[in-house]
C-alpha cells in the first residue's frame, strides 16, 4: 500500500497520494535519513556527499575515513553520544553514569493497519486505510533498543511518528530526552511558523526566517499551554496559502513539550518534536519500556491552506472519536457570564426555558454546583451536589429542564484541589507539593497528584457518581492553573511526575468516554491553554479561548485553523460590552463568528431585547443549516487577520457545491475604499447561485475577479455569502 523496503538498496520509502519520504540503512547500520517532500521514484542516497570535515567526529567503525560523520549526515534519530553534536532526538543515561547511545538498525516490520500507543492517544486508521512500519535499533554496547514507529495514512498525505526506548540492558537507565519525530533537512531557505499567545490571547501566529542556531518554542507549565502551541510548519520562502512547499509537524500529546529547529554548520536544516527535555528524567528498570506520545507529519507542496486541510481531516477523522466525531453538536448557553457563582436552581431553570423558547439546544451549568463553592478559593475536589444552594436534587433540576426539551451539561475541573476542601483535609497528600516547602498558588488552588492512580480513582468516583444519578449529556472539562511544586510522594524518581501525570489524565479521560459513549466532553484549559490533538482524542472539541470578543476570536481562530479543523474550536456569542475587552460589536458579528466553531452562546439570555432574540433565533436556524458544510468542509483562509482590513475565510463542500463565505471588517475609515476578496477550491467551470441575492457567478469569475464588499458605515460589520452550485 504505502511502504516498500527494497534489498538491495536498504532503503525504506513511504509513499503517499502526493509526497514520498524515504530513509536508508547504511554500510555502519546508520537509518539516514534520505528525502522527505513530492512524490518522487528511486532510490535517493545520491543526494548524501562526503567530505573530511573538521572537528566532526567519525565513528570508530569508518576507520581512517574521516569524510564520514554523524555531525554532517541526516538521521531518523538522531542520538547524544556517537559523533552528532546538533541538538539530539535521544538521550540517555546508562547504568554507569554514562551519557551515550549508539543506535544501529536491527531489523523491521511491515504491516496492514495503524499502530496504537499504550496508555497515549494516537491517530487510528482501518487495515486497508493504513499501514505501520516498525524498526528496531539497538545500541551494541548495552542491548538498550529504540523502536521507531511509522504510520502511513496515503490518501490523507499524513505520516506519524513514534519511538519507545526498551531497556534491554541489566542495569536501571533514565531517558533524559527523547523527541518523537525528527527531519533532517541537507539544504534549504525556510521560514518557521509558530504559534504564540497568552491566556484570553492564544496561537497568534509568528514567521520567522530560519537562521543559524537554534530556534524552540515548548511549555515547561504541564500543559501544552497558552503560550506556544505544539505545532510548527516549516516552509520554502516563497510558501503562501495557495503555493510552496511546507511541512507541519503536530504532537498528539498534552503535557510539557519541546520544538526545536536549528539550521546548522552546514546550513543544514533539522526539525525535532517531542517530550520537553527539562524536568524530564525517566526512569528504565531491566525490560520496561518508556512509550513516547505521536507527531503527526505532513507535506505538500500546494501551500499552506493544503496542509491545513491535511492536518484537518487527519483530526477530524482518525484522532476524534465516539458519537460526536461528525455528528453536529448541540446549540447551547453556557450560565457562566449569565450569573457566575449567584444561581439556584430555578435561576438556571428559567434560563433553559428562556433557551428553549429561541431554539437553544442545551444549558451548561458551569462552576459553583458542589460542595462549598461560592467563589474561586474552595470547594474543588468535593465533587458532590451542593443541593442546598440548587434547592433541589441535581437530578431533578436535570429532569426539570429535561421535560422542556432542553438537554443539560455540567463544569468540571477534577485535577485541581482546594486547601479549603475536604478532600484536602482529609488527603493533602494528594496535592503536588514539595515537602518542607509551602506551594505556589494559583487561582487559590493546587494540582491533584494524577501520577498516582489511587487519585485518579478517588476523583473518577466523585465525578462518575454524580453523572450516574443525573441525565448530563455534556461536560466541560476545564484546568485553570499551570503545574509546579512537582513533587509526587509515590516515587523516588521525581523526573517521571510531569509525564505520569499526563498518564493518569488520559486514563481518566479514557475511563469517561468508555462508561459515558454519547457524552459531548469539551475540553478546556482556562480556555485555549491544552488545545492539542492529545485533547482531542477524547473531547472532540476544546474551549477556543477563555477571550469570546469577536474581534480577537478572529486572530485566535485563523492562528488555530493552521492545525485544527472548525468542528474543534469551541466558539459561542458573548455579551456586550465583551467581558474580557469591553468591545461592543454587532449581534450578527458575533453570530458570524461563532458559526466557525461549535456555536453557542454565553450571555444571560433574559437580559436579550425582544429584537435581539429575534435576532437569535434567526443565527440559530442559520447555523443548522450550515452547520454540516461548516464541520465536514474544507477551510481556506482568504485573509490574514493581523493585516487586513479585512478578515474573510471559506469553507468548501468536498463536492464543491456549496460555499460559505464569511467577512468581518476589521477598519473602517473615512471614504473607505472598496476591499475585494478572492475566493478558493471552487470548480471554475460551475456556476454557483448566491442564495440571498440570487444571482449567479461562474467558480472562475469568483476566484479570479473575486468578490466586492460592501462599504457600509458602522464598526466591525460581517458579511456571510452562501453559494451553491447550479
Not at 567526529?57 to 556517537?82: F, K, V
Not at 487559590?444 to 457518581?465: C, P, T
Not at 482524542?537 to 485566535?556: H, V
Not at 453557542?600 to 437569535?616: C, F, H, N, R
Request: proline letters at 3%.
Amino acid at each position: 500500500m504505502g511502504i516498500i523496503y527494497c534489498e538491495k538498496d536498504r532503503t525504506f520509502t513511504l509513499q503517499t497520494k502526493e509526497t514520498t519520504y524515504q530513509m536508508q540503512v547504511d554500510q555502519y547500520g546508520f537509518l539516514l535519513h534520505l528525502y522527505y517532500g513530492k512524490k518522487a521514484e528511486g532510490c535517493m542516497d545520491y543526494l548524501l556527499t562526503y567530505y573530511d570535515r573538521g572537528f566532526s567526529g567519525n565513528p570508530y567503525d569508518a576507520g581512517t575515513d574521516r569524510t564520514y560523520s554523524m555531525d554532517s549526515l541526516p538521521q531518523e534519530l538522531s542520538c547524544y553520544g556517537n559523533g552528532d553534536f546538533r541538538s539530539a532526538s535521544l538521550m540517555l543515561e546508562n547504568g554507569d553514569g554514562s551519557m551515550s547511545c549508539d543506535m544501529r538498525y536491527k531489523n523491521y516490520t511491515i504491516r496492514d493497519g495503524k499502530y496504537s500507543l499504550p496508555g497515549l492517544p494516537a491517530v487510528y486508521a482501518d487495515n486497508d486505510e493504513a499501514q505501520t512500519l516498525e524498526i528496531v535499533l539497538e545500541d551494541p554496547a548495552t542491548g538498550v533498543e529504540a523502536m521507531l514507529l511509522y504510520g502511513v495514512l496515503p490518501e490523507l498525505d499524513i505520516i506519524t511518528r513514534s519511538v519507545y526506548v526498551r531497556n534491554q540492558s541489566s542495569e536501571k537507565i533514565y531517558v533524559n530526552k527523547v523527541m518523537s519525530a525528527e527531519l533532517d533537512f541537507l539544504y534549504g531557505d525556510y521560514d518557521l511558523l509558530t504559534f504564540y499567545g497568552r491566556h484570553a490571547m492564544e496561537r497568534n501566529l509568528q514567521r520567522v526566517p530560519v537562521a543559524h542556531g537554534s530556534q524552540m518554542i515548548g511549555s515547561v507549565r504541564g500543559t501544552s499551554s497558552h503560550q506556544y502551541n505544539p505545532m510548527m510548519i516549516l516552509a520554502e520562502k516563497d510558501t503562501t496559502e495557495d503555493h510552496g512547499g511546507c511541512y507541519a509537524m503536530s504532537f498528539v500529546y498534552s503535557g510539557n513539550f519541546q520544538g526545536e529547529v536549528l539550521k546548522d554548520q552546514y546550513n543544514q536544516t533539522r526539525m525535532l518534536l517531542g517530550v520537553q527535555e527539562e524536568c524530564f528524567r525517566y526512569p528504565l528498570e531491566a525490560g520496561e519500556t518508556f512509550y513516547a506520545p505521536e507527531v503527526i507529519l505532513s507535506y505538500t507542496d500546494q501551500g499552506m491552506n493544503r496542509l491545513s486541510q491535511n492536518l484537518h481531516s487527519c483530526i477530524r477523522h482518525h484522532i476524534c472519536r465516539g458519537k460526536y466525531k461528525t455528528e453536529v453538536r448541540p446549540v447551547l448557553v453556557n450560565s457562566w457570564e449569565a450569573a457566575y457563582f449567584d444561581f439556584t436552581g430555578e435561576t438556571l431553570y428559567n434560563l433553559a426555558k428562556e433557551a428553549r423558547s429561541l431554539g437553544i439546544d442545551m444549558l451548561v451549568l458551569d462552576d459553583g454546583w458542589f460542595g462549598k463553592r461560592d467563589d474561586d478559593n474552595s470547594g474543588l475536589g468535593d465533587w458532590y451536589v451542593n443541593e442546598k444552594k440548587l434547592g433541589e436534587t441535581l437530578g431533578g433540576l436535570v429532569k426539570r429542564v429535561n421535560d422542556l426539551g432542553v438537554k443539560f451539561g455540567i463544569w468540571i475541573e477534577p485535577e485541581m484541589i482546594s486547601e479549603d476542601s475536604d478532600l484536602y483535609r482529609e488527603h493533602p497528600d494528594w496535592a503536588l507539593m514539595i515537602p518542607g516547602r509551602n506551594p505556589v498558588r494559583s487561582r487559590n488552588q493546587l494540582v491533584l497528584d494524577f501520577s498516582r492512580k489511587e487519585v485518579v480513582d478517588g476523583i473518577f468516583g466523585q465525578i462518575s457518581a454524580v453523572l450516574d444519578n443525573a441525565n448530563i449529556e455534556y461536560v466541560k472539562w476545564d484546568m485553570n492553573r499551570s503545574l509546579m511544586d512537582v513533587f509526587s510522594v509515590m516515587t523516588k524518581d521525581q523526573g517521571r511526575v510531569m509525564y505520569d501525570y499526563v498518564l493518569g489524565l488520559y486514563d481518566f479521560l479514557d475511563r469517561m468516554v468508555n462508561r459515558y459513549p454519547d457524552l459531548l466532553i469539551e475540553g478546556c484549559s482556562g480556555g485555549g491553554g491544552r488545545f492539542d490533538a492529545g485533547m482531542l482524542y477524547y473531547t472532540p472539541q476544546i474551549w477556543c479561548s477563555d477571550n469570546s470578543d469577536a474581534i480577537d476570536r478572529l486572530r485566535i481562530q485563523y492562528g488555530t485553523s493552521f492545525g485544527y479543523p472548525v468542528s474543534a474550536m469551541g466558539a459561542h456569542v458573548s455579551a456586550v460590552p465583551n467581558h474580557q475587552t469591553g468591545r461592543i460589536t454587532p449581534l450578527h458579528t458575533r453570530g458570524v463568528v461563532a458559526m466557525s466553531g461549535t456555536f453557542g452562546y454565553e450571555l444571560d439570555l433574559l437580559k436579550l431585547t425582544e429584537e435581539e432574540k429575534d435576532e437569535v433565533r434567526s443565527q440559530i436556524g442559520e447555523f443548522r443549516k450550515y452547520a454540516p458544510l461548516i464541520q465536514n468542509g474544507r477551510y481556506y483562509r482568504l485573509t490574514d487577520p493581523f493585516k487586513s482590513e479585512v478578515c474573510a475565510w471559506e469553507i468548501v463542500g468536498n463536492s464543491q457545491e456549496e460555499v460559505l463565505l464569511n467577512v468581518v471588517m476589521e477598519e473602517i475609515h473615512g471614504n473607505m475604499t472598496v476591499n475585494y476578496v478572492q475566493l478558493r477550491g471552487l470548480d471554475e467551470s460551475a456556476l454557483y447561485k448566491e442564495q440571498t441575492t440570487g444571482r449567479i457567478y461562474s467558480g472562475a469569475a469568483l476566484m479570479h475577479g473575486g468578490m466586492p464588499l460592501p462599504a457600509e458605515f458602522g464598526e466591525y460589520r460581517a458579511y456571510q455569502y452562501h453559494f451553491v452550485r447550479e
